[in-house]
């Protein structure tokens, strides 16, 4: 095997004159699961058909297995695709449906009946081949499709929202099937999605796409906590923007000016120059909200919304005439003994470490 499953080189798309991926170069290594994230139009679908074959670049170049794949149709890639829609033929049997790519093949029919009971054992469905697709739920329908791909043993698996027709509560428990049956199976995910906490909890790395282009790569801990740009901030979760200006510049740290009236320091970055505006990201969840001003950060505020959610309560305080920013708590025990009250006057405070510094 190759260090990199997929390669993708300076890749270029466009429909006419529209630019769907606009130079994206990614190395994708062999065994991981890869995830390309972004909202609808962005480039994340054209990018995994381009890799898949159903589209070939305007320009550019890609690579499965450090062969160049040129104009190779999808059916010669060592790739499969699952589709959001799982394309299972309604009129064939679980067991005819993962066989049918086998049969193609002509495989004898011994070989193909002891992989088909294999690949239905791994996708936890053994005793399911003689029933129709209709006669499914849609998470059984969704792992049959996922063995139809596998059963053919690809180096590359492309999966396309494929958990998108589910409802919410077995979408997360499928997202946790998912992600055990790729580190069984050991061979490339690469998966679309718009749905940020999906590609979190399955990904060992993520591309951020907008506009047809990677806005930054990197560990699902690396995006949500130092995001690269307010695009990503905003998109991966939930964050509090706050306007700020650069007051003086540090060995370590930087001071900086919230909304005119608030002097906080926080880590240092790079490329920061005195006067310069940025914005000051933090999530809701590294707040703490207090009734008396503590040490370190500790911005005051008048609470404008008190949400309780379950696990958390959710505050909204105002800080200054146009920012209001969101504090999420955790409930743990007796809430009531705590909980801050509509219109009660507080401190924000949070650690230098949990705020991250952008660039406008």
């Given amino acids: 095997m190759k260090e ?5 080189k300076n890749v270029i798309k466009k429909f006419g004159q529209v630019t769907a991926v606009n130079n994206v170069s990614l190395k994708i290594l062999d065994g991981e699961f890869f995830s390309l994230l972004g909202p609808s139009g962005c480039g994340k679908t054209t990018t995994l058909r381009l890799i ?43 067991f005819q449906n993962v066989a049918f790519g086998l049969q193609m093949q002509k495989i004898p029919k011994a070989e193909i009946e ?11 469905l053994p005793k399911m081949g003689n029933r129709k697709p209709n ?53 490339t995910f690469i998966y679309v999605t718009h749905d940020q906490e999906e590609a979190l909890t399955m990904s060992d790395r993520i591309a951020v796409m907008e506009f047809g282009k990677v806005l930054q790569l990197g560990s699902p801990e690396e995006i949500y906590e130092k995001p690269a740009n307010v695009f990503v901030a905003d998109f991966i979760g939930e964050t509090n923007f706050v306007d700020a200006r650069v007051i003086s510049i540090n060995s370590n740290d930087v001071d900086l000016l919230l909304e ?31 009734r008396s001003r503590t040490e370190g950060i500790s911005i005051p505020g008048i609470v404008k919304e008190v949400i309780y959610i379950g696990t958390d309560i959710r505050y909204e305080v105002t800080i200054s005439d146009k ?21 009660e006057r507080v401190f924000l405070g949070w650690e230098e470490a949990s705020a991250t510094i952008l660039t406008m």
């Fill in 4 to 8: 990199f499953a997929v390669e993708l």
């Fill in 52 to 94: 898949g074959g159903f589209e070939l670049p305007t320009e550019g170049q890609i690579l499965i297995q450090g062969e160049p794949q040129g104009f190779k149709p999808p059916f010669r890639r060592p790739v499969n695709t699952v589709f959001q829609n799982y394309a299972l033929f309604p009129h064939m049997n679980v």
């Fill in 114 to 124: 002891k992989r088909v009971n294999e690949t239905l054992e791994m996708v936890h």
């Fill in 135 to 187: 006669q499914l739920s849609g998470g059984q329908q969704q792992r049959i499709a996922l063995a139809r791909a596998l059963i053919n043993q690809p180096q590359v698996l492309l999966l396309d929202e494929p958990l998108g027709a589910l409802d919410l509560k077995l979408r997360k428990a499928m997202q946790l099937e998912l992600k055990d049956l790729q580190q069984r199976v050991g061979i």
């Fill in 260 to 290: 005119d009236k608030f002097n906080v320091t926080s880590l240092l970055v790079s490329n920061l120059s005195t006067n310069q505006e940025v914005s000051l990201a933090v999530r809701p969840e590294k707040l703490s909200i207090t």
């Fill in 323 to 343: 920012t209001t920013v969101a504090i999420r708590e955790q409930n743990r025990g007796n809430i009531s003994l705590q909980r801050f009250e509509k219109g």
